[in-house]
T-cell receptor, first 112, second 113 residues
Framework: DQQVKQNSPSLSVQEGRISILNCDYT??????FLWYKKYPAEGPTFLIS?????DKNEDGRFTVFLNKSAKHLSLHIVPSQPGDSAVYFC???????????FGAGTQVVVTP | ETGVTQSPTHLIKTRGQQVTLRCSSQ?????VSWYQQALGQGSQFIFQ???????GRGNFPPRFSGLQFPNYSSELNVNALELDDSALYLC????????????FGSGTRLTVV
């Protein structure tokens, strides 16, 4: 039962443009959401997060938006840079002990 | 400050065999979580260890077992390997069991033939 879904396996965007990655979830008990970035042959690294009590969190070029009524969150990267080419995972948690549920990931390719 | 180290990086095993994967947690972290990432799927939580005790388990059969040592490093053991166990196994350490600030290792790619 996949509670966190990333329906776009890949995204190609031109350098300088906006990348928008989407994530949907089914469990209304999720209280914290995170985005991880993964380069080949490396482990995922934390990128940005948002609590369920907020609808937006911004960190430099990265902004995460949360729409609780739609059970949807998105990650915006503006402007996109070649170094942003990676797989991005959306994750969510309900438990106080930090177990994460991950989406399948979206491969982002930023072209010159 | 060292990160999370996993060994081996790649492994090929035969169906029915047993395997042990190892993980050294980041300095100062006392909690280790293990995830299985099958090709094209999200990472599935296997279990978490906090101060040498299992602190939660996902939907995996008992042939998946683990250990955490006094230095907070950890092992994942899988008995009676099946073809579907082929996956990337990720270890993540965190400051404490309630922390979501995971540091992931680069994973062990297990292939069962």
């Amino acid at each position: 039962d996949q509670q966190v879904k990333q329906n776009s396996p890949s995204l190609s965007v031109q350098e300088g443009r906006i990348s928008i990655l989407n994530c949907d979830y089914t469990n209304s008990m999720f209280d914290y959401f995170l985005w991880y970035k993964k380069y080949p042959a490396e482990g995922p690294t934390f990128l940005i997060s948002i609590s369920s009590i907020k609808d937006k969190n911004e960190d430099g070029r990265f902004t995460v938006f949360l729409n609780k009524s739609a059970k949807h969150l998105s990650l915006h990267i503006v402007p996109s840079q070649p170094g942003d080419s990676a797989v991005y995972f959306c994750a969510a948690k309900t438990d106080s002990w930090g177990k994460l549920q991950f989406g399948a990931g979206t491969q982002v390719v930023v072209t010159p | 400050e060292t990160g999370v180290t996993q060994s081996p990086t790649h492994l090929i095993k035969t169906r029915g065999q047993q395997v042990t994967l190892r993980c050294s947690s980041q300095s100062g972290h006392n909690t280790v979580s293990w995830y299985q990432q099958a090709l094209g799927q999200g990472s599935q939580f296997i279990f978490q260890y906090y101060r040498e005790e299992e602190n939660g388990r996902g939907n995996f059969p008992p042939r998946f077992s683990g250990l955490q040592f006094p230095n907070y490093s950890s092992e994942l053991n899988v008995n009676a390997l099946e073809l579907d166990d082929s996956a990337l196994y990720l270890c993540a350490s965190s400051l404490s069991r309630g922390s979501y600030g995971y540091t992931f290792g680069s994973g062990t790619r297990l292939t069962v033939v």
